[in-house]
Nanobody, 123 residues
Framework: QVQLVESGGGLVQPGGSLRLSCAAS????????MGWYRQFPGKQRELVAS???????NYEDSVKGRFTISRDNAKNTVSLQMDKLKPEDTAVFYC?????????????????WGEGIQVTVSS
């Protein structure tokens, strides 16, 4: 099994910055794609940013130029630097990882999610 633990959320004023971090642990052989999603009240979870193992990043249009995703393969972590935050960025953010997992004598691919962390942008 694999666990993802998010940290770094909270309350920030418009125009401010937050850095979210997500650490993966458990029976990990290799982590492939990682990403951050967000969910607004009453809405489906949506992709904010994703990053491949080799560092290629993809962003949702509304966060381009404001958010930066990065990862550390040695530490099994992914981060999301969020700058110039807006009230409409307020949401619960989730970390996701596609992981090659080992169990006994075999391996398998599985997707894991963190529990979510609240980001609130308000004055």
């Amino acid at each position: 099994q694999v666990q993802l633990v998010e940290s770094g959320g909270g309350l920030v004023q418009p125009g401010g910055s937050l850095r979210l971090s997500c650490a993966a642990s458990g029976s990990i052989v290799r982590i492939n794609d990682m990403g951050w999603y967000r969910q607004f009240p009453g809405k489906q979870r949506e992709l904010v940013a994703s990053i491949t193992r080799d560092g290629s990043a993809n962003y949702e249009d509304s966060v381009k130029g404001r958010f930066t995703i990065s990862r550390d393969n040695a530490k099994n972590t992914v981060s999301l630097q969020m700058d110039k935050l807006k009230p409409e960025d307020t949401a619960v953010f989730y970390c996701k990882a596609n992981v090659l997992v080992y169990r006994q004598t075999s391996t398998y691919n599985a997707r894991y999610w963190g529990e979510g962390i609240q980001v609130t942008v308000s004055s």
